[in-house]
């Protein structure tokens, strides 16, 4: 048996039958027939000196050195992508790839981006909404935006400002309840969308902290946070927003936030690429434009007595 590797089209013809168990489906992935995958992998099994797949009537299983080439094959390739892929993208100064969540796409960024394409014309932004956690040594995707309290294993990473919470709703609403106790009767717009940060900040912990025993039970549930405060805006109730969703609304008036006080959050958003990557135009242009953005709104804080949720006794 040679201590040579064999030729990488093979190998390639291997581990697409190997992830598929059909020559049929691996020839399509491939682009070539299925005569031609099954001759590349008939030159593997000679180069290695033993059979790689059982051959059944209408199907194919690994054979126990199959399996153990599967897995290592698989690795290399998709290691091998991921290197071209960053590679490729070290020739690329103009194309930058975002992804966000889509509420902080929907409430923060769209309304913003026009002064970004303003100031930076040469780069063109491209904005992938979702929450779907991307892996940015494999996927195309140059910055990710996330929420919550995780750590960022191996990533360049920059926290931005704390997330806090507070009642928010449309001027009209706000003429109805005046004040934190008539909230008790006021229609509660419930954001699920951060069920998961503990301990929790929601409705009951907010009233928690203003004093006031109070566990509604009855309001609407958004799992989105644009959906919850685009339902405030509309009057359709008071939502416990985030700042990072309501910061704009409540500095052109749309939602108002008439208790002054707010509950500090331990997740937040944080600015995040692959190490190294910081330092390139496009993505250093875009960290320094997203961090003074934040700064423009960073006064609003100071309207608000900002309780940490640690700080607000338990039920």
């Known amino acids: 048996m040679s201590e040579r590797l064999p030729p990488l089209t093979a190998l390639r013809a291997f581990d697409a039958a190997a992830r598929h168990m059909s020559f049929s489906r691996a020839a399509d992935e491939l682009n070539v027939t299925p005569a031609a995958l099954s001759f590349q992998i008939k030159s593997l099994e000679e180069h290695l000196g033993q059979p790689l797949f059982h051959r059944l009537n209408r199907a ?16 290399g390739f998709q290691t091998l992508a991921a290197a ?16 966000a969540g889509p509420a902080l796409t929907a409430k923060w ?15 063109d932004l491209r904005f992938s909404a979702t929450l779907r956690m991307v892996d940015l040594t494999r996927d195309d995707v140059d910055v990710a935006i996330r929420f919550g309290d995780g750590e960022d294993k191996d990533l360049y990473s920059v926290p931005v400002r704390n997330e806090w919470l507070t009642p928010a709703m449309s001027p009209e609403l706000a003429a109805t309840f005046p004040t934190p106790e008539s909230l008790k009767e006021a229609p509660l717009i419930f954001d699920d969308s951060i069920s998961f940060l ?13 004093g006031i025993d109070h566990t509604p039970v009855h ?11 685009d339902a405030a805006i509309a009057g359709a109730g008071v939502v416990l927003g985030r700042r990072a969703m309501i910061v704009k609304d409540l ?8 208790f002054k006080t707010a509950i500090e ?18 993505v250093a242009a875009f960290r320094d434009w997203f961090l003074a953005e ?6 609003i804080s100071d309207e608000f007595s900002i309780i940490p949720v640690e700080d607000i006794p338990p039920v």
């Open 294 to 299: 934040i700064d423009k709104t960073a006064h």
């Open 251 to 258: 500095a052109e008036g749309r939602l108002v936030a008439p």
């Open 219 to 229: 309001g609407t549930h958004f799992s989105n946070a644009d959906h919850a405060v």
């Open 60 to 75: 194919v299983e690994l054979t126990e050195a199959g399996k153990a080439l599967a897995p290592g094959a698989s690795e």
């Open 265 to 282: 959050t331990n997740g937040r958003f944080r600015f995040l690429c692959l190490p190294g990557a910081e330092t390139r135009p496009k």
């Open 198 to 210: 503990r301990p929790c900040c929601d409705w009951p912990t907010w009233f928690r902290a203003v």
């Open 84 to 99: 071209w892929t960053a590679t490729r993208r070290l020739q690329d100064n103009t194309n930058l790839t975002v992804t």
């Open 109 to 123: 960024f769209a309304p913003r981006l026009y002064e970004f394409a303003r100031a930076h014309p040469e780069i």
